[in-house]
């Protein structure tokens, strides 16, 4: 059974930083990465990594958010700097599963940017 364990959202202030974690188990995965949805929006892309290490950014993001992979402990991250109020939203951990190509969501954890 696949699991998706998130963690590090918070409350920043604008211009502040936060690191999240996204902790799979259960499968072998080839994307993983992290979709963002604020209140009365789409979800949409933040920035997904694959197993080799190729980055794809939301353009919102380039420049202020990176992401990292740890592939031993199945383990993506999410380092997010210069933080602005337009960044708040829930953010959720996704994995494609090579099996299959099946995608999988985390339950999603709350950044809110305020001063």
């Known amino acids: 059974q696949v699991q998706l364990v998130e963690s590090g959202g918070g409350l920043v202030q604008p211009g502040g930083s936060l690191r999240l974690s996204c902790a799979a188990s259960?499968?072998?995965?080839?994307?993983m990465g992290w979709y963002r949805q604020a209140p009365g929006k789409q979800r949409e892309l933040v920035a997904t990594?694959?197993?080799?290490?190729?980055?794809n950014y939301a353009d919102s993001v380039k420049g202020r958010f990176t992401i990292a992979r740890d592939s031993a402990k199945n383990t993506v991250y999410l380092q997010m700097n210069s933080l602005k109020l337009e960044d708040t939203a829930v953010y959720y951990c996704y994995a494609k599963q090579i099996l299959y190509s099946r995608d999988n969501w985390g339950q999603g954890t709350q950044v809110t940017v305020s001063s």
């Open positions: 259960g499968s072998i995965f080839s994307i």
């Open positions: 990594i694959t197993s080799i290490g190729s980055t």
